[in-house]
């Protein structure tokens, strides 16, 4: 059944213009180290996600970084897999549960007491929209660009774009070379996006009726 989520991260890949490769792999070997060493199970849904770009760093260092296997701690109660550029924020999926595929993320606060909040309820759905945030805020892509946008985008980019997920009320949408996340910022709603070229970064602007360069 994991074969399914490698699939799918695959295609999130390929649609942000990154064919994955051998080298972006993180072997099974590292992984059961990593498992063995804090006595767990990671779901399915993330062993897949490192066991084909674990490795990668173009996104999953851009912002927020991806821990490596031997990185990986348990708090509270929680599998820690990623963590926020300046460590206050952290994000795992639950211990307890060792039998589920795709579990919940939760968001933790760091400090002396990490706090935990669920923040999606499935495991590949975050690493998904994630991957859009590290593509169009975390300027993964090679080109990148804001604006701000009404509330009222959200339902074109539903209807026009594939949509990709939610997390934290934000909302991730792609075309082929494109990457729209639309959420509300301290200075109202706002689009931060990414494209393989400026063309289509244009194209973004056009379709969407954007001004990109708006101060964040």
């Not at 990154?18 to 063995?36: G, M, N, P, V």
């Not at 945030?133 to 209807?159: D, E, N, Y």
């Not at 639309?182 to 001004?211: P, S, Y």
């Amino acid at each position: 059944m994991g074969k399914q989520y490698s699939g799918i991260y695959r295609m999130e890949y390929e649609t942000l213009g990154q064919r994955l490769t051998a080298r972006d792999r993180i072997s099974q070997s590292r992984i059961r180290a990593a498992e063995r060493r804090l006595s767990v199970n990671a779901p399915p849904a993330l062993r897949d996600y490192y066991q084909i770009a674990g490795n990668e760093t173009r996104f999953n260092a851009a912002f927020n970084r991806l821990l490596p296997p031997e990185e990986w701690v348990v708090e509270r109660g929680r599998l820690v897999f990623m963590e926020e550029n300046q460590a206050v924020v952290l994000w795992g999926v639950p211990t307890i549960r060792p039998d589920a595929e795709d579990p919940a993320v939760f968001q933790g606060v760091n400090g002396p007491q990490i706090k935990w909040y669920r923040e999606q309820p499935r495991c590949s759905t975050f690493l998904c929209v994630m991957l859009h945030w590290q593509a169009a805020f975390g300027g993964g892509m090679p080109v990148s660009a804001t604006a701000l946008a009404s509330v009222a985008l959200r339902r074109i980019l539903k209807h026009n774009w594939r949509f990709v997920g939610e997390v934290n009320r934000m909302q991730a949408f792609s075309k082929p070379g494109k990457s729209v996340c639309h959420l509300k910022w301290d200075n109202g709603w706002r689009v931060f996006a990414g494209a393989v070229n400026q063309k289509k970064m244009d194209e973004i602007a056009r379709e969407l009726t954007l001004t990109w360069g708006d101060p964040v």
